[in-house]
């Protein structure tokens, strides 16, 4: 059967509606959080933390504006998590400038009015962005670990690592919400439909029929899952993913399928004849 094929334009206004509304959410987001005091803006975590909410609010997206192209996304994701990040730190740089700026203002006002020696002399402003940079990884220097005691040398590598390593989960947590199998046909992600717990018998006869590769038996007292999710079409065949847990083993992923009718009919076949599918 031939999928039918998406237009170059569906394809580019996708791409276009999804960038803007990630710019526009992603500039809003940003903004609010360069304004969160200070002490709360935790070395490393706090960057992580923003980069996980910037990406599910890209792959939310992403949802809703049918941008199931992978390989775009996540490059662009990362890209986008980044910037927003960086700006996020600019405009954090802005505000303690700014309110360091007033303080010394108010400082010569308050020397100007009472004519007091002690405030005759005002310090030059130290306010450039190395200065703010020195004073957020300052922290470290009182590290009792001497690698974080050196590192503190570094703030504008620990900064990069930061906005990075923020870039990186957000990237992930995008890629996460639209990983998913999306139908060109129906233009909807597949969603979950059921799922079926098989004990060993009768799922490595499931194993069997799903997949041509031979697989290890599945040992009394283990277990087979599957989970069915498909898109709206009517006449959709599901994907089945199938994990397996035994004693003693972690439960892992064994194949994930999209079985054609007659395997299809032939599974159902088989779990109508076991008691235990649910
Ligand atoms: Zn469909």
Redesign the pocket.
């Known amino acids: 059967m031939d999928k039918p094929r998406e237009s170059a334009t569906t394809i580019a206004g996708r791409l276009t509606t999804w960038l803007m509304l990630c710019v526009v959410a992603l500039s809003v987001l940003m903004v609010a959080a360069a304004y969160v005091p200070a002490r709360l803006k935790l070395l490393g975590l706090y960057s992580i933390v923003l980069g996980l909410a910037a990406g599910w609010v890209i792959g939310q997206i992403a949802r809703q504006c049918r941008m199931h192209y992978r390989r775009v996304l996540f490059p662009a994701a990362l890209l986008m998590t980044i910037i927003a990040l960086s700006g996020q730190i600019g405009e954090s740089y802005r505000v303690w400038r700014n309110s360091k700026r007033d303080r010394l203002a108010e400082q010569s006002q308050a020397a100007l009015i009472f004519d007091n020696p002690a405030f005759g002399e005002t310090p030059p402003p130290t306010d450039t962005f190395n200065d703010y940079l020195t004073l957020r990884f300052s922290p470290l220097t009182e590290s009792s670990w001497s690698l974080l005691q050196s590192a503190a040398n570094w703030p504008r590598l620990l900064l990069g690592l930061e906005v990075l390593l923020g870039g990186l989960a957000g990237a992930f947590v995008a890629a996460r919400l639209v990983s998913a199998p999306f139908?060109?046909?129906?233009?909807?992600w597949h969603e979950p439909q059921r799922s079926v717990v098989l004990g060993s018998t009768a799922g490595n006869r499931c194993l069997q029929l799903l997949t041509n590769k031979e697989q290890p038996a599945i040992p009394e007292g283990g277990r087979l899952h599957l989970e069915y999710t498909?898109?709206?079409?009517s006449s959709?065949i599901p994907v089945i993913r199938c994990t397996r847990e035994q004693p003693g083993q972690a439960t892992s992923v064994v194949v994930t399928v999209q079985p054609n009718r007659e395997t299809l009919a032939q599974l159902t076949t088989l779990l109508d004849g076991n008691d235990n599918a649910q």
């Open positions: 139908c060109v046909t129906c233009e909807s498909s898109c709206r079409c959709a």
